[in-house]
């Protein structure tokens, strides 16, 4: 234990294991900008990549194997943002017998402390009451296994058993286990003085209301607990998260990388227990205005939602493991620069492979790549500028093969999910997330998604039969999402946009009932007569150091800047003209448009940051070739596919 202790970051200074500690010292130098130079404290030791490698994550670490009141990190997406709460920045404890006072911060803590002879002096001139916002956050939705594996492998804290995290006891409850290790005479005591009132008007209400576990029936949910996770069968911590900086940097739907304080107190749930069992309520119940749902929703249990008190907040761009957290700097730009020279090679890898999984179509396979480097880059009158919707048809219907083809681009980008448009799904599955005003929170949806998500529509699962009125409402809600790059959130008296930015790719067997950006029709070389053992081989062929290159290129072409001089702008604009001279029926405006988005993603495919004459040349013969497969499609068919 001693030389694993030596060896973690900050020597004796044990800023994971006892941050506050380290809190502590800063807040005792009597600073006034003691609470800056924490946050610069934390930013400094985290900068060093294998010093946040130390700090265990809940991502990965099983809730009971973690410390209370370590420092942990999470990597998560903002759900829904609860109201501001008070609580006790600065205080003093008077002791009953010395009569002497101590000055203490309230800061990262769920509750005051206060010993056993000591009372809270509520009438001195250093109490400070602050503000802090709760996020609630859940993990990524829809984020790949290879994702997770790689960042839990990166962390150094899963794999060292003397590490002070280490299981000091069994799985029993929190409640049980954590009632022993903390101070109950203290938490009593403190209760009767009025301590826990301490953090925060808004906070006593929610904080003291902890149902007890044999309590937790949510109204209208099918669990104990409902976590409020986007899509069906996610797994994962969910985590209150407490923020006191800049909170209005951030919006719902945000990715961030929390590190900050776990907080699973028991007092939280023993509380509201002990008051019940007695009569006697430490509050008054006329200030308790909120309902009983709206209690549990936000101040569910600790051992099965912790609260997290965020020292060092970064917002993400992305999550795949692979790329630095950001490409600004010059040390990523580094990373950019050494990978430049191997664009070529792995795309033509890449097209190779995706030529494979679509069935020995190139054509299919080129579009399939362009499409999973498309990212909305700007919105000009609310038009989404750079989505790239692809709606593959001709998908064999019935042998699975859809199924797999989503299995294969879970291996590639780093959240995904396939939505089986099937009647039942779209009857009964909230796609729209809307606003429970008796709980007071924002009921989740399918899509409320991630920045960056891959979404497949498996269209080949349509069967005939009648969309209720919840299903038309889906329906609309996935064509605005296409369309608009936003979804419309329900707050019952108004919609509210959520502007976003997902890729949605559309499996179907003719055109798709959904708007599109470019349909591209499956010519299948060949139908394997074992789809699941095609696929999967397919993927055992690929070398990992291969494998590894296609997610660091598919996420990397996402974040890359783009530009068209002034002089191919212009080549550009006449080569439209000609174009429309020849034959004015055979290009529109919405055509250019289209045509400058499969030009902007072919340049930036062979990283390339400007449009040459020579890319407009290529992106033109494409448009062409794909075209002209549609065409002869509807000449067989007599009628559109």
Not at 512 to 534: F, G, K, R, T, W
Request: aromatic content about 8%.
């Amino acid at each position: 234990a001693a030389a694993a202790a030596a060896a973690m970051p900050g020597g004796g200074d044990d800023w994971v294991n006892h941050p506050l500690g380290a809190v502590h010292r800063i807040f005792a130098q009597n600073s006034a900008d003691w609470e800056k130079k924490v946050v610069e404290y934390f930013r400094e030791k985290l900068k060093d990549t294998t010093a946040a490698n130390w700090v265990p994550s809940l991502n990965d670490v099983p809730l009971h194997y973690l410390k209370p009141n370590s420092l942990v990190k999470f990597r998560c997406m903002v759900q829904d943002m609860f109201d501001p709460e008070f609580y006790m920045g600065i205080y003093e404890t008077l002791e009953l017998n010395a009569k002497s006072k101590i000055l203490r911060f309230g800061k990262y803590k769920d509750v005051a402390e206060c010993g056993p002879q000591q009372e809270i002096a509520l009438d001195s001139p250093k109490y400070v009451t602050r503000e802090r916002q709760t996020f609630y956050c859940i993990p990524v939705p829809g984020e790949s296994e290879w994702v997770k594996e790689v960042y839990a492998s990166a962390c150094q804290a899963r794999g060292n058993p003397s590490t002070s995290y280490t299981p000091s006891r069994h799985k029993r409850s929190y409640e049980e286990d954590e009632d022993m290790e903390m101070h109950p005479p203290k938490l009593k005591e403190q209760c009767a003085a009025g301590c826990s009132a301490s953090q925060g008007s808004g906070d006593a209400k929610r904080l003291e209301k902890e149902p007890p576990a044999g309590q937790q029936n949510l109204s209208n949910c099918t669990t104990s607990i409902d976590l409020n996770f986007p899509l069906p069968g996610e797994k994962g911590p969910a985590c209150l998260v407490k923020i006191y900086e800049d909170w209005d940097s951030f919006k719902v739907n945000d990715m961030l990388e929390v590190y900050g304080v776990l907080s699973v107190d028991p007092a939280l749930g023993v509380i509201n227990e002990e008051s019940s069992k007695g009569g006697l309520s430490i509050l008054d119940p006329t200030e308790c205005m909120d309902t009983m749902e709206e209690q549990r929703v936000h101040s569910p249990p600790p051992s099965l939602v912790p609260r997290l008190h965020a020292i060092v907040t970064r917002k993400l761009q992305h999550v795949n493991p692979l790329l630095p957290l950001t490409l600004n700097d010059k040390e990523n730009q580094e990373f950019i620069t050494n990978i430049m020279p191997e664009l070529s090679t792995v795309r033509a890898e890449l097209l190779g492979f995706l030529t494979h999984v679509l069935l020995g179509d190139s054509l299919a396979a080129e579009y399939l790549l362009l499409h999973f480097i498309s990212t909305v880059y700007s919105r000009r009158d609310f038009l989404p500028l750079g989505k790239f919707t692809v709606n593959l048809s001709g998908c064999p219907r019935n042998n699975g093969y859809t199924k797999y083809l989503h299995k294969t681009i879970q291996q590639l980008v780093p959240s995904s999910y396939c939505l089986p448009m099937t009647l039942h799904n779209m009857n009964t599955l909230r796609f729209i997330p809307h606003k429970d005003y008796t709980a007071n929170r924002l009921v989740t949806g399918v899509l409320q998604l991630a920045s960056n998500t891959s979404l497949m529509l498996d269209e080949t699962l349509l069967e005939q039969g009648q969309l209720d009125s919840t299903g038309v409402r889906n329906v609309t809600a996935l064509g605005n999402l296409i369309t608009w790059q936003k979804v419309d959130y329900d707050f019952n008296y108004h919609r509210m946009e959520f502007p976003c930015n997902i890729n949605v790719l559309i499996t179907s067997e003719g055109r798709s009932l959904l708007p599109s950006d470019c349909q591209v029709h499956l010519q299948a070389q060949m139908i394997p007569a074992n789809v699941e053992e095609y696929m999967t081989n397919l993927l055992m062929a690929v070398l990992p150091s291969m494998l590894r290159k296609f997610r660091v290129y598919l996420s990397l072409l996402r974040l890359m800047d783009y530009s068209i001089s002034d002089e191919v702008t212009k080549a550009v604009e006449e080569d439209f003209v000609e174009m429309r001279k020849s034959d004015p029926q055979s290009i529109t405006a919405e055509d250019l448009h289209q045509l400058l988005v499969v030009a902007r993603l072919i340049s930036l495919s062979a990283g390339h940051r400007t449009l040459s004459r020579e890319r407009w040349q290529q992106a033109k013969q494409l448009e062409v070739l794909r075209r002209s497969r549609i065409q002869q499609k509807v000449h067989v068919n007599g009628n559109e596919p």
